[in-house]
């Protein structure tokens, strides 16, 4: 996950609309949840390359084309937050329909994230659960207290993240997988909501470990790989492979500000402190190199580039 900003100003116009806040209305005074329409929230259109969707569109400028959860490049669903039709750890509750066409309650999930075995109806929280929507004094839906930001939703204090709402930087860290298959994403809040998110959407399956190596790892090590057979072969000295190594680590550290590349938490993670450097990166380079590309990562950090 990496944390997002999505202006409202970018809803979109139906969304947006008066015909739209008459249909929510209406779907909330007879809590009639056949009346939902995915029309509305996904607000579709045909190009020549196919079908595609207005909202789709906006969430994508937001969250850089990627997953919410997983971060990787996907043609994602519009995932409700807050389900609309029931939660699967209250049976007694109808779902949060009256946040159907909520902007802060859409945002992209790849497949396997939101259905996959994965999230789905899902929405443990640690405080009261909201029961029904908050009403205005002329009886109309109280679109000031549907936002996820805002009270008495935010009180519920989810255990899965949203991406608008909670800093991964609190909540998650990496450490190697015992059995040598990638990288695994770990919970660090005493609450647990960051482990609670990465059971919900399975965000240590397998495809996912192996996928935040090859994408996040593998270029630094091959370069640096590339290096060692230079200097082996005398087609580089000392001196400029360790000049040359000092870019490879910039690289990487250059990385973590593309916002549009993937798995963008671990990208700043590994560059944050030497442990993490050392404890995720340095495992995947050869034994001739560890000792001198550490060295290398130290020196790039004393001279005040990274933290």
């Not at 996904?42 to 595609?52: E, V």
């Amino acid at each position: 996950m990496r944390y997002v900003i999505k202006r409202d100003e970018d809803k979109t116009a139906r969304l947006a609309s008066e015909a739209t806040l008459e249909d929510l209305n209406r779907i909330v005074g007879t809590r009639n949840l056949a009346l939902i329409s995915d029309a509305v929230y996904r607000d579709t259109y045909n190009t020549p390359d196919g079908r595609r969707s207005h909202v789709e569109d906006q969430l994508a400028i937001a969250y850089q084309y990627k997953c919410a959860y997983c971060e990787r490049l996907t043609k994602a669903d519009i995932e409700h937050y807050r389900p609309k039709k029931g939660i699967a750890e209250d049976v007694g509750h109808l779902g949060y329909y009256w946040l159907c066409y909520e902007w802060s309650n859409l945002i992209p999930s790849c497949i396997t994230c939101n259905r996959e075995g994965a999230k789905h109806n899902q929405f443990p929280i640690l405080g009261p659960r909201v029961p029904a929507p908050s009403f205005s004094p002329d009886g109309r839906l109280d679109l000031a207290l549907c936002k996820a930001h805002t009270s008495p939703l935010l009180d519920e204090m989810p255990y899965l993240l949203h991406p608008e709402i909670d800093d991964p930087e609190f909540f998650f860290a990496f450490v190697l997988d015992p059995n040598g298959e990638g990288i695994r994403i770990v919970g660090i809040d005493e609450h647990d909501r960051g482990q609670r998110t990465i059971e919900i959407c399975l965000l240590n399956r397998l495809e996912l470990r192996l996928d935040r190596v090859e994408r996040v790892i593998s270029d630094f090590k091959d370069g640096v790989h590339g290096l060692l057979l230079e200097l082996q072969a005398n087609q580089i000295n000392q001196t400029q492979f360790r000049a040359q190594l000092l870019q490879c680590i910039h690289l990487l550290h250059m990385l973590t500000l593309r916002e549009e590349k993937t798995h963008t938490y671990l990208r700043k993670y590994i560059v944050r402190t030497a442990e993490n450097f050392r404890n995720i990166v340095i495992p995947y380079i050869d034994t001739q190199a560890t000792d001198i590309v550490l060295e290398a990562f130290l020196l790039y950090q004393e001279r005040g580039v990274l933290g």
